[in-house]
Nanobody, 118 residues
């Protein structure tokens, strides 16, 4: 089993930056990719960024060019650097992990709130 614990959310003005962190605890070797989902009230859940063990990244169109996902395998941590934040980025952000051989992200953190004021 793997436990994911997020930190770094908060309140920021539009145009500002935040960095989210995700600590992975447990059977880390079972994870081949990590990512960040977000859920805003009244909106569909969105997978905004992913990164594989090999470092390949993907981004949703809504955050491309503004967000950067990274990971520190030695420290079992993942990060999401968010720049040029917009009010529409306001959401609960969840760190997620994908098990080897699976297509979906089955490990979820508890979520951290990000609020961007205009």
């Amino acid at each position: 089993q793997v436990q994911l614990v997020e930190s770094g959310g908060g309140l920021v003005q539009a145009g500002g930056s935040l960095r989210l962190s995700c600590a992975a605890i447990g059977n880390i070797g079972s994870i081949d990719a990590m990512g960040w989902h977000r859920q805003a009230p009244g909106k569909q859940r969105e997978l905004v960024a992913t990164i594989t063990n090999g470092g390949t990244t993907t981004y949703s169109d809504s955050v491309k060019g503004r967000f950067t996902i990274s990971r520190d395998n030695a420290r079992n941590r993942g990060y999401l650097q968010m720049n040029s934040l917009k009010p529409e980025d306001t959401a609960v952000y969840y760190c997620v992990g994908r098990r080897l051989g699976q297509l979906v992200y089955t490990y979820w953190g508890q979520g951290t709130q990000v609020t961007v004021s205009s």
